[in-house]
C-alpha cells in the first residue's frame, strides 16, 4: 500500500501563488507517474499536469504557461506550483500516483489518490 499526505492549499486572491506538495510513502517499490488532478463543484475531475518518472510532463491548456509541476523521486514527492491564479482554478486537488511493480517481462500498475487539498481563489 502507498500512502499519499498532500500539503499546501488554501485561499488566495487572484494573480496569486500556491504551492502544493504530495509526499508518498508506504511500500514503494517504484512511482511511474505523479500527478495532479483537480474537481469544482459540478464538474468532473480533470487532469492539471502530470510528470513522468523520465521527466517528461504535461499539462491542461487552461493552466500552461501558470502552472509548474515538478518531483523529487528521493523523496517520492511531487510538487505542484501554482501561479497567476485564476478565480477558475478554484477546485479541490488531489494527488495521483501510479506505482509499479515489475514482473519479469511485464509490469503492475496501481493508481493511489490523496485525499484532496482546497484551492480556492478570489476575484
Known amino acids: 500500500q502507498v500512502q499519499l499526505v498532500e500539503s499546501g492549499g488554501g485561499l488566495v486572491q487572484a494573480g496569486g501563488s500556491l504551492r502544493l506538495s504530495c509526499a508518498a510513502s508506504?511500500?514503494?517499490?517504484?512511482?511511474?507517474?505523479m500527478g495532479w488532478y483537480r474537481q469544482a463543484p459540478g464538474k468532473q475531475r480533470e487532469l492539471v499536469a502530470a510528470?513522468?518518472?523520465?521527466?517528461?510532463?504535461n499539462y491542461a491548456d487552461s493552466v500552461k504557461g501558470r502552472f509548474t509541476i515538478s518531483r523529487d523521486n528521493a523523496k517520492n514527492t511531487v510538487y505542484l506550483q501554482m501561479n497567476s491564479l485564476k478565480p477558475e482554478d478554484t477546485a479541490v486537488y488531489y494527488c495521483?500516483?501510479?506505482?509499479?511493480?515489475?514482473?519479469?517481462?511485464?509490469?503492475?500498475?496501481?493508481?493511489?489518490w490523496g485525499q484532496g487539498t482546497q484551492v480556492t481563489v478570489s476575484s
Open positions: 495521483n500516483v501510479q506505482h509499479r511493480v515489475y514482473r519479469g517481462s511485464y509490469a503492475d500498475y496501481t493508481n493511489y
Open positions: 508506504g511500500s514503494i517499490v517504484s512511482i511511474n507517474v
Open positions: 510528470v513522468r518518472s523520465g521527466g517528461n510532463t
